[in-house]
């Protein structure tokens, strides 16, 4: 496997201190999600934030049959499109059964060498 | 004028003690032959990719294997829409004037050579390195995430998109080389093992071994089989991507398409339409023109898409029956297109057919092409 990019890195390592990390743009203030050091609606120069880790669920699976060896082990496991409420839109995994449309808030899980972004309901309780 | 004037094809499934490359040269092979080309005539050449023989040059390895010697060669990459793709490339260069005689070829063992979990594997690997596939997705995944948005959106369930599946083998129970013919109903494909939901098996298209070939020449054969338009489009790359899983713009693409060939819906007697997943068809369905917004299951249960209904639809059962070999999967929807349109389906013939829309799709619903053939 090749080399992660640069951002990618500071990414996870944002995950590992329970941070959601972004980008934002200097010039027009447009999100940038994927993290990449340019915008990619301007091309202006972009530069960090921390999300709040709140969003909307926008499409939802489980995933039964699993990629790989290691992932079988976890399945079933359920996968997220979340809407970030800073404007951006990401994958993750998610708690058991949430559906389009849920409000979510981001949690991190170990697995493997990685802090896993993972989505839990966010309700009255919360 | 580009003219489509041989097609060939293998039949698709497990094909023992092949390769990639002896499948490429079976279809080539019956391509050229329905064609009345010899091997010195062919002075163009594209290729697909092969899981089984990834390669840097694959075209120029084929013209070795196979004895061509084009003056234009090399493959194609666009995922699922590579078949399509290369289509429009052929009649863009034969347009152009650049080859008399272009021999379009690609085939795999993916089953055989690479196995199932070794496809399930790399395919997932399309998804986004960093930001998608540590969280254990599938390519069935993505589609499924574009299926749960459609299906809220649309307050559609599991039944609407299984009824496509249902179709798909009803067709291919007429072709003799299609991979899968019993036939299936609704509730089979929704008691049928849960891949990623509301995918289960039997919305998925199959991995198989098979390969598919087409000339495009620069003068018409005497099927008088055309062309007459091609457009693309490419929007995103990964699911996550996606400005809006309602709406992949593709309106804008089979229109332009359509223009071309000075034609629109009306005017098409004929689909063949890219079916990784049942809720593919759907979508493309109802983005390309021929059923409105969230309206794709209800004309199948009509019978809109049955061989016998307004639009046919993959008359050779598409990629969930006859079955899907990497780029000859898609390239397969162009050969049964033109030979309903030549008039030789055989069993599976259509009344005398005239115009075909086409269109293939890769990735995630990520690039698109969408071609028009016309009987002249
Ligand atoms: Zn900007």
Same mark, same amino acid.
């Given at each position: ?83 970030? $409420? ?33 989505? $839990? ?6 | ?12 499934? /497990? ?24 091997? +010195? ?29 084009? !003056? ?43 196995? /199932? ?63 899968? +013919? ?17 995918? +289960? ?56 398409? /359509? ?41 199948? !249960? ?36 033109? /030979? ?37």
């Amino acid at each position: 496997m090749t080399m992660a990019e640069p951002l990618a890195a500071e990414f996870w390592q944002g995950c590992a201190q329970g941070e959601l990390r972004y980008r934002r743009c200097e010039g027009c203030g447009a999100t940038q999600f994927p993290p990449r050091p340019f915008c990619t609606r301007c091309g202006g120069a972009t530069r960090w934030a921390v999300s709040r880790g709140l969003g909307t669920v926008y499409a939802v699976t489980r995933v039964e049959r699993a990629p790989t060896p290691d992932f079988a082990a976890l399945a079933p496991y359920d996968i997220l499109l979340v809407d970030l $409420d800073e404007g951006f839109r990401m994958m993750a995994q998610g708690a058991p059964g949430l559906g389009i449309g849920e409000r979510v808030r981001i949690a991190f899980h170990r697995q493997g060498e990685r802090a896993l972004p993972r989505f $839990d309901r966010h309700g009255e309780d919360a | 004028m580009a003219w489509i004037t041989g097609v060939g094809d293998t039949a698709f499934g /497990r094909l023992e003690g092949e390769t990639a490359l002896s499948l490429m040269a079976r279809a080539a092979g019956a391509a050229l032959a329905e064609a009345g080309l010899e091997r +010195k005539e062919v002075d163009g050449l594209i290729c697909g990719y092969s899981g089984t023989l990834p390669h840097l040059m694959l075209a120029t390895v084929f013209a070795e294997y196979f004895g061509l010697a084009p !003056r234009y060669a090399h493959a194609v990459q666009a995922g699922g829409a590579t078949g399509a793709a290369m289509a429009m490339l052929g009649q863009r260069l034969v347009d152009a004037g650049e080859c008399r005689h272009l021999l379009i070829v690609a085939g795999d063992n993916r089953l055989t050579g690479q196995g /199932r979990d070794s496809a399930v594997a790399m395919l997932a690997q399309v998804g986004e390195r960093d930001y998608e596939v540590p969280f254990g997705p599938t390519i069935p995944a993505y589609y499924a995430l574009v299926a749960s948005r459609y299906m809220h959106v649309h307050g559609l369930g599991e039944a609407d998109l299984a009824e496509f599946a249902v179709l798909m083998r009803r067709h291919a129970a007429l072709h003799p080389g299609a991979q899968f +013919k019993d036939a299936i109903t609704v509730a089979e494909v929704l008691a049928s093992r849960p891949i990623a939901t509301p995918l +289960k098996l039997l919305d998925c298209c199959p991995v198989s071994d098979g390969a598919a070939a087409l000339v495009v020449s620069a003068a018409p054969g005497e099927t008088r089989l055309r062309i007459a338009g091609a457009a693309q489009l490419h929007r995103h790359q990964h699911v996550s991507a996606a400005a809006d899983l309602a709406d992949f713009g593709l309106a804008d693409c089979a229109g332009r398409a /359509r223009a071309e060939a000075g034609i629109g819906v009306e005017q098409v007697d004929l689909l063949a339409l890219y079916d990784s997943f049942t809720i593919t068809l759907l979508i493309l369905l109802e983005e390309t023109g021929f059923a409105p917004r969230g309206q794709a299951a209800a004309l199948a !249960r009509a019978g809109v898409f049955a061989r016998d209904g307004r639009w046919p639809l993959n008359t050779h059962g598409g990629l969930l029956s006859f079955g899907h070999s990497g780029v000859a999967g898609g390239l397969a929807h162009l050969v049964e297109a033109a /030979r309903q349109l030549a008039g030789r389906a055989g069993a599976r013939q259509l009344r005398q057919p005239e115009t075909a829309f086409v269109h293939g799709d890769g990735g995630v619903l990520s690039a698109h092409v969408s071609l028009v053939l016309r009987r002249e």
